[in-house]
Nanobody
Framework: HVQLVESGGGSVQAGGSLRLSCAAS???????MGWFRQAPGKEREGVAA????????YYGDSVKGRFAISRDIARNTVHLGMNSLKVEDAAMYYC?????????????????WGQGTQVTVS
């Protein structure tokens, strides 16, 4: 079981930027790490995902061109850079890790989850 700790959330004005980080207790070659978000009353949404082995990335349609996911293998950390933030980006953001994923943006594919970090956009 991988332990995940998110950081970097906060409050920002629309149009601003934030960078989220997710530190994992262990990273393996076949692991996929993803960022998901959930606003009150809404379903959990896949934001971005990255395979730690080859670095291939996936993005939800609503964040393409604004968000960027990256990995720092040496530090077992995945980052999510968020630019041009909109009010509708406000949510609790969760980091997740999984193996043998077929659908990297599907939350049901992931086995391990962090506690989340809040992002507020006003």
């Amino acid at each position: 079981h991988v332990q995940l700790v998110e950081s970097g959330g906060g409050s920002v004005q629309a149009g601003g930027s934030l960078r989220l980080s997710c530190a994992a207790s262990v990273v393996t070659w076949r692991m996929c790490m993803g960022w998901f978000r959930q606003a009150p009353g809404k379903e959990r949404e896949g934001v971005a995902a990255i395979f730690t082995g080859d670095g291939s990335t996936y993005y939800g349609d609503s964040v393409k061109g604004r968000f960027a996911i990256s990995r720092d293998i040496a530090r077992n950390t995945v980052h999510l850079g968020m630019n041009s933030l909109k009010v509708e980006d406000a949510a609790m953001y969760y980091c997740a890790a999984g193996l043998l994923l077929m659908r990297p943006l599907d939350p049901s594919e992931y086995q391990c989850w962090g506690q989340g970090t809040q992002v507020t956009v006003s």
